[in-house]
């Protein structure tokens, strides 16, 4: 689907949008395919910019969880909200200060330092300043002059504290396509006054990231007074992105090399718009199938089948629990060509060395890489190359099953008989037996 008049951004771009919105205070929404990294990326970009990450699930949400429960007064007339505990309140965020200081009070009133009176005098100085405005940096002033056994504790805990007062608030909202209406409502005020029911929060930028209507991902149509509030964007996968980072993160390099020469299977819809494909590529679920061949590679049972029909199958079938069964079939005949069958192949093509005892499906990759290779060889001016090709190739055919033989050049080969006529294939022996003997079969059934 196409959002129409925004711009589509790759990988590279989020990022760099992602670091201005954080250093402007703007609200960013990315929407995109399903497991492209847009949360890794957001969450990766808020640890690089030194900010205090909240991480919210806006799908998981209901109204009350985001704006709070109303709470009857004392006298039962006015009504006020709970605070929700991740909400960065400005007036929670000077309690939480204020209460740092009282536990130093307690501290100082039992101790027995010299300096005990002028300390309390200090903090009190600070309490009282922090009540009068939010000014979080002088929770740290007191911290030189706490010294000694009684406060080493102390000390540790409200430099961390201070610390995470003085980082910025960046709000990720994930799954904002599948928010409900009423969180939406709340979503509104948040994002264009930074606060709920009025009261004022303590936050640098937001970043919502979701999904495309045609993912089957149960997607909400957004609504615009959301969009016209942030800068709203389409991300687009760029592959080479995708692969350096994949390098970096230390993505099985199998699947790497796969991707590699199978761009097009780093992310899929499902056929016919299909809603029961359930399992598809993505650069997620490719990640999680690297994880699981990894965990599969240590497994003693499996290391012992490794080698045969039986652990090709089980391997398959598990990286198809992850991406799909066309992608993960269409990896494993690249495993066994590149990985497994490449050196058979060149032997076969180069030296006319016929391969080995193979199984039916070996044969029938091995068999179906090298008509590819005869295919490619057609060039002009490349005569020796097409003759020295063709009889190692179509030798070996000729050994073959002729439904596997004629399997292969169909798929290999095609009907380009004008090939075969530019190229003077039916002047070769070994060319011309293989299809005399596979024609022959045919005639006599």
């Known amino acids: 689907m196409c959002i129409r008049d925004r711009p589509k951004i790759d990988q590279e771009k989020m990022a760099f949008i992602f670091r201005h919105g954080i250093r ?15 949360t ?3 969450k990766a970009i808020a640890e690089d910019q030194k900010c205090q990450l909240v991480y919210v699930n806006l799908a998981v949400l209901e109204r009350t969880d985001f704006q ?37 009070k307690e501290v100082l009133s039992k101790s027995k330092s010299k300096d005990r009176k002028e300390l309390l ?7 009282e300043e922090l009540r009068v405005r939010d000014d979080r ?30 980082r910025p608030i960046v709000f990720l909202f994930d799954e904002a396509d599948k928010a409900a209406h009423e969180v939406n409502q709340t979503l509104l005020e948040f994002l264009q006054f930074r606060s709920i029911n009025g009261r004022k929060l303590n936050i640098q930028a937001c970043i919502l990231t979701g999904n495309l209507p045609d993912e089957h991902a149960h997607t909400s149509q957004l609504s615009h007074a959301i969009t016209k509030r942030c800068q709203t964007y389409h991300l687009e996968l760029d592959f080479m992105q995708w692969r350096k980072w994949a390098m970096q993160s230390g993505m099985h390099e199998q699947f790497i090399g796969f991707l590699n020469s199978n761009q097009d299977m780093l992310y899929q819809k499902a056929i016919d718009d299909d809603p029961t494909c359930y399992a598809m590529p993505s650069p997620r679920t490719w990640e999680q199938a690297s994880s699981a061949l ?19 199958a089980m391997r398959t079938t598990i990286i198809a ?38 199984s039916l499906q070996d044969q029938f990759v091995v068999a179906l890489s090298a008509s590819s290779k005869v295919y ?19 030798s070996w055919f000729d050994t073959l099953d002729i439904d596997v033989a004629h399997g292969v050049i169909r798929i290999g080969f095609g009907r380009d008989f004008e090939r075969v006529k530019q190229y003077k294939l039916a002047e070769i022996e070994e060319f011309t037996n293989c299809f005399k003997k596979i024609t022959a079969q045919f005639e006599s059934k």
């Open 376 to 394: 490619a060889s057609l060039k002009p001016n490349n005569e020796k190359e097409i003759k020295k090709i063709v009889k190692n190739v179509y």
């Open 321 to 358: 629990g992850n991406v799909g069964h066309t992608a993960a079939t269409k990896f494993s005949v690249w495993y066994k060509h590149y990985c497994k069958l490449d050196p058979t192949i060149d032997a076969l093509c180069d030296k006319g060395k016929f391969p080995d005892k193979l």
């Open 40 to 42: 890794i990326i957001a």
């Open 121 to 127: 005098e200090m903090v009190d100085k600070r309490i």
């Open 68 to 104: 709070g429960l109303p709470v009857l007064s004392v006298a039962q007339d006015t009504v006020n909200y709970a605070t929700p505990e991740f909400l960065p309140f400005t007036d929670k965020s000077q309690d939480e200060a204020i209460a740092k200081f009282m536990q130093v």
């Open 137 to 166: 940096a002088k929770l740290g002033a007191v911290l030189p002059y706490l010294t000694g056994g009684d406060f080493t504790a102390m000390i540790k805990e409200m430099k961390d504290t201070t610390a995470d007062f003085d």
């Open 24 to 38: 402007s205070g703007a609200n960013i929404l990315v929407l995109g395919p399903s497991g492209s990294g847009k």
């Open 294 to 312: 990894k965990d599969l590679e240590q497994d003693k049972e499996y290391h012992a089948m490794s080698n045969s029909d039986k652990g090709d």
